[in-house]
């Protein structure tokens, strides 16, 4: 009998819970795409042994900020780096911000993450942002580094690997609905 009215108590303890909270069941039920996790590091080196990233990231770089998306394979990160990049791992694009299908599918199938995908799959635009991001940012890129997008500017390097176009097509989605429930 005691086990009843505890079952019923907490079941009106949590319907009450989330009433007063604003969430309804369908939010608490659901994934949610457009997340994503901020994680910082002090040192390149650091970053890359830990898997935070990649093995191209060249040594030096400090004061690394990344933005990673909780469900896809979307990043964008920044370090204070004004060295060079490692001709062995990165390719120059032929005309800055535009790479090439060609370009493309050349470094897709050189990343472990990208390497099975057709360059078409993989999406040119970013739906991640930070506050250190600039906007503008894919049309000063000049080196494609396995799946990520890099430039440098100002003692800075940025990189941004892009997600699905399958992927990117779900944020979009969850986000217009998000804009037409407000």
């Not at 739906?127 to 396995?146: N, R, V």
């Not at 399958?166 to 429930?181: C, D, F, G």
Request: aromatic share 6%; charged share 25%; proline share 3%.
């Amino acid at each position: 009998m005691n086990k009843k009215r505890y079952l019923a108590v907490g079941s009106l303890s949590i319907i009450s819970a989330l009433l007063l909270s604003g969430c309804s069941v369908s939010d608490l039920l659901s994934d949610k795409l457009d997340e994503s996790t901020t994680r910082t590091a002090e040192s390149s080196s650091k970053a890359v042994a830990d898997g935070l990233l990649p093995n191209w990231v060249p040594e030096g770089g400090t004061n690394i900020e990344l933005v990673q998306r909780n469900t896809g394979n979307e990043r964008i990160f920044v370090m204070d780096y004004e060295g060079e990049l490692n001709d062995g791992q990165c390719t120059a694009l032929s005309k800055v911000g535009d790479p090439t299908d060609a370009e493309l599918a050349k470094a897709y199938a050189s990343d472990p993450r990208t390497k099975d995908l057709a360059a078409v799959e993989i999406s040119k635009t970013r739906t991640l942002d930070a506050d250190w991001w600039p906007d503008d940012a894919q049309t000063h890129t000049t080196d494609l580094c396995g799946r990520f997008w890099v430039h440098q500017a100002d003692g800075k390097l940025y990189a941004f690997a892009p997600d699905l176009v399958v992927q990117v097509q779900a944020i979009e989605k969850e986000r217009a609905a998000a804009e037409n429930n407000k």
